[in-house]
């Protein structure tokens, strides 16, 4: 009868170690999920970014272009253009 017992106690220990062991891949799972949505988040985020900065760029262009048939453009609105191009390459680089 001890045999029985003994056994149904492992039994029950098995059990339980599975289920501990079902809880912490379900955990990883789920942190892993949570990593790859964070992580798609943010290469949507980057794509978006780029492509500012490619219309920033394109707009700098436009500018220097407008600046090179007109050269009405002073330096202090030049060195505006170039210190918000900084910024968005900086934003981009983060």
Do not use: P
């Amino acid at each position: 009868m001890r045999s029985g017992h003994e056994f149904e106690r492992q039994e029950e220990k098995h059990a339980q170690d599975l289920d501990r062991a079902k809880e912490k891949m379900l955990q990883a799972q789920l942190q892993y999920d949570k990593a790859k949505t964070e992580k798609e988040a943010l290469e949507l985020n980057s794509l978006k970014l780029s492509r500012d900065l490619e219309k920033a760029q394109a707009e700098l262009k436009e500018l220097r272009d407008l600046r090179g048939m007109e050269d009405v453009r002073g330096a202090k609105e030049k060195a505006e253009s170039e210190r918000i191009l900084r910024e968005l390459e900086d934003l981009h680089d983060r």
